[in-house]
């Protein structure tokens, strides 16, 4: 984007009144629990995975493998995929969902948590869905206004919006069908996960762990929008009956894990179930991949006290009543946001020579898991990055981690830089599971982060903002050249290809960079990924063996899909950059930072022709920081206000990624008034940046814009070369 010119027409919008939210039209249909021909169909496509033709669910079918039967692009022929057609997108926010394609109609979410439809093999647009969610809505977002897809059943497609919303679309048209908010909406919740259709209900999570909100999911009637149940993952404040499917295992185990005395009680204790939500045809369970707790720190949260149920677990669940079976809690007391709402695999594997129902789950906190879906039992946790210092292992008799007793900073009262942090080895994009060869594909990365205990009045709970009980300010770097060149060398991304049946990497291909698309793979025998670099590339499944290597000009995070259609193959994905890592990286987000960020679909055949469209200029832009001015103290307050508030989108020391705006050269710098009308006044709230005059007085905000001036003179002197703004 052009750097903005600050007009008075622009300041004096500020003033301006948003657009009033979507009314819904919440028109119940009638409920009936018999399945029709159409719905009959989905679920068959969904418990069987169908010819391959179609990819029914974001993973492919019930057991989210992300495994393609077709073989007509295979390893032979891969290295002749062009392009069929592509189109590109409205909005230059992150781009996460996995196209889903039924009878030739490709289905796919977007940012914002819209919707549309195409023709599969010729790219005709079919339909668009705008749920119209609120602008400012973004800052309780944490990591982006990102969708991950919708569902489809029947007649209908599902999605879930950032607002909080789950709403039924007409498959045929993308009208709305119903709308059924499922949030409190005065609370920090958002929905970026899909849905999932199990039987005649359509199951949804939410996120908000972050700022503060308390974590369940719900099962709604597919046809009319009402509830069928409820299920907590984290516990009542009172410790009360919600009246919920959850009631029972809280007041019999769950609510004893948590300490009577801790911010949970106010906080909610997170636990948010913001992705992974899989259903178990064959035990007719489902799993539910629980997040971390709220605030981070379980020092602050819970006194240090319990294991703090259902936090960074897995849930199993009765999939008609919500009813809870077992647990497998991954990260007991969780403290660094190691979340375990990464994609969950169903499979099958031979443990000490008995087939055997398993479940593969590789979280953020580096290891792992294969865990027995019959009765929730540990068969193997092991390494899946080479690096993990906040554990050395796992007993394997008694399910817990060997802990290394410095990670947990709130009892050392001393800074832990852990790896993984909270971005995670492993974050939310899908990995896949080839039966084949055996092995699982993991977008891997190694993120450092610092921790540190409460540190002043700043870093406590605030309306605004993170809360996670750990100095974000404190993790900002410090002005140190090597310092910052660390940053970027520590940062790295890996296909990892694992073999759950040995506990070992089979093969790996570095990336220099993190943050990496998400997989796929055929029994061709192939493995598909795109890169944070801006390359789409296939592998031999097998090896590793790299046969396909496409400029794709932008930045890559979602996971690709295939299907075929009037007998072609065809692989579809998403362009775009997205997500926590681009927002908050500042300087390690490395060479991403010089690579475009385009919102674009994409569908590759044997063959193609079409070309992208001719790539944006690249726009070195002016950086001519204004003279500093400021008082050293006046910049030390700017510091602790940024990193408390504006870190996690603007990236650390205002250093940005070409996602949103770089501030050290924003046209708002050299200008007070300007500056304070975003800042304070909210004049781009509908753009997703919110007035933060809840939190900032305008001194405040003038100190932040002092240190920005600062940075902008500082990166430019130190580091002119790694931290040239980019254009977005
Ligand atoms: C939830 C994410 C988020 C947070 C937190 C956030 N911003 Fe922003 N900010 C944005 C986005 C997105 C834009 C670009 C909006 C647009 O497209 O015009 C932006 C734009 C701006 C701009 C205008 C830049 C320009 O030249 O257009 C300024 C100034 C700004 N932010 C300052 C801040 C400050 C100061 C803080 C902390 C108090 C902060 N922001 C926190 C997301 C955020």
Request: with cysteine; net charge neutral.
């Amino acid at each position: 984007m052009a750097k903005r010119v600050w007009t008075a027409a622009l300041l004096g919008g500020a003033t301006l009144a948003l657009a009033s939210c979507n009314a819904s039209k919440n028109d119940s249909l009638s409920g009936t629990a018999a399945l029709d021909e159409a719905e009959k169909a989905s679920e068959t496509l969904l418990k069987t995975g169908g010819s391959g033709d179609d990819w029914g669910a974001i993973g492919f079918s019930y057991d989210e493998q992300r495994f393609s039967p077709l073989t007509d692009i295979s390893d032979k022929n891969v290295g002749e995929l062009g392009i069929a057609w592509t189109a590109d997108l409205e909005d230059a926010r992150g781009q996460e969902a996995t196209p889903v394609v039924v009878d030739g109609v490709m289905y796919v979410s977007h940012a914002w948590s819209k919707v549309s439809a195409w023709d599969a093999a010729t790219g005709k647009p079919l339909w668009k869905f705008d749920p119209k969610v609120p602008g400012e809505r973004a800052v309780h977002a944490c990591c982006d206004v990102v969708n991950r897809g919708v569902a489809l059943w029947g007649d209908k497609v599902f999605v879930g919006t950032i607002d909080g919303r789950l709403i039924a679309l007409d498959r045929k048209s993308g009208n709305e069908l119903w709308s059924t908010q499922t949030v409190d909406a005065d609370k920090p919740y958002t929905i970026t996960g899909a849905p999932r259709v199990v039987k005649d209900m359509v199951l949804i999570g939410n996120g908000g762990a972050e700022f503060g909100v308390r974590g369940y999911v719900t099962a709604y009637d597919a046809d009319t929008g009402k509830e069928r149940w409820r299920f907590y993952t984290a516990p009542n404040p009172t410790k009360a009956k919600d009246g919920a499917a959850s009631d029972e295992i809280f007041a019999t185990k769950a609510n004893a894990t948590w300490s009577d005395k801790g911010e949970w009680q106010t906080s909610g204790g997170g636990g948010t179930v913001w992705d992974a939500i899989v259903y178990d045809k064959d035990l007719d369970q489902i799993y539910l991949g629980v997040g971390n707790g709220n605030p981070w720190n379980h020092g602050t949260r819970s006194n240090g006290e319990g294991d703090n149920w259902f936090l960074s677990s897995i849930v199993a669940l009765d999939a008609a009543t919500g009813q809870y079976k077992w647990h497998y809690q991954e990260t007991p007391g969780e403290t660094w946001d190691y979340t375990a709402t990464q994609p969950i695999i169903l499979a099958e594997q031979t443990v000490n020579g008995t087939p055997t129902k398993v479940l593969y789950h590789a979280p953020k906190n580096g290891f792992f898991f294969t865990i027995d879906r019959s009765n929730g039992k540990l068969i193997d946790a092991k390494p899946f990055v080479d690096r993990i210092n906040w554990a050395t292992g796992y007993d394997l008799a008694t399910g817990r981690p060997i802990e290394n007793p410095e990670a947990r900073f709130y009892k050392t009262g001393k800074p832990f830089i852990a790896i993984p942090g909270a971005l995670g080895a492993h974050n939310w994009h899908p990995m896949s599971y080839n039966p084949a060869t055996g092995l699982v594909y993991i977008p891997a990365q190694q993120i450092p982060q610092g921790y540190l205990q409460d540190m002043n009045e700043l870093d406590k709970r605030k309306v605004l903002g993170f809360n996670v009980g750990t100095s974000l300010t404190g993790t900002l770097l410090p002005d140190d050249k090597a310092a910052f060149r660390a940053a970027v060398a520590a940062t790295t991304g890996r296909l990892v290809a694992f073999d759950p049946r040995t506990g070992k990497v089979a093969w790996a291909v570095d990336h220099p960079a993190a943050w990496n698309g998400g997989t796929m793979t055929t029994a061709g025998n192939l493995v598909f990924q795109g890169t944070s670099l801006g390359r789409f590339r296939a592998y031999t499944a097998d090896t590793g063996k790299q046969l396909l290597d496409l400029d794709m000009q932008s930045g890559i995070v979602s996971a690709p899909s295939t299907f075929r259609v009037n007998g072609v193959q065809y692989v579809a994905f998403m362009t775009s950059k997205g997500g926590a890592f681009p927002l908050v990286a500042g300087v390690a987000g490395g060479a991403t930072r010089k690579i475009p960020n385009i919102p674009r679909l994409v569908v590759l055949k044997i063959g193609g022709t079409a070309k992208l469209p001719a790539p944006p200029a690249t726009t070195t832009l002016a950086w001519n920081p204004p003279p500093m001015t400021a008082s050293a103290a006046q910049v030390a307050a700017g510091k602790a206000q940024f990193g408390r508030y504006c870190m996690v989108c603007h990236g650390d020391s205002a250093i940005g990624n070409g996602f949103t705006p770089d501030l050290r050269v924003s046209g708002t710098l050299a200008n007070a008034d300007a500056w304070k009308a975003v800042v304070v006044d909210g004049a781009l709230k509908e753009r997703g940046m919110v007035s933060f005059a809840k939190v900032l007085t305008p001194q405040d905000a003038e100190a932040i814009r002092a240190y920005v001036i600062e940075r902008s003179n500082w990166t430019k002197a130190n580091l002119p070369e790694a931290s040239a703004p980019v254009g977005r």
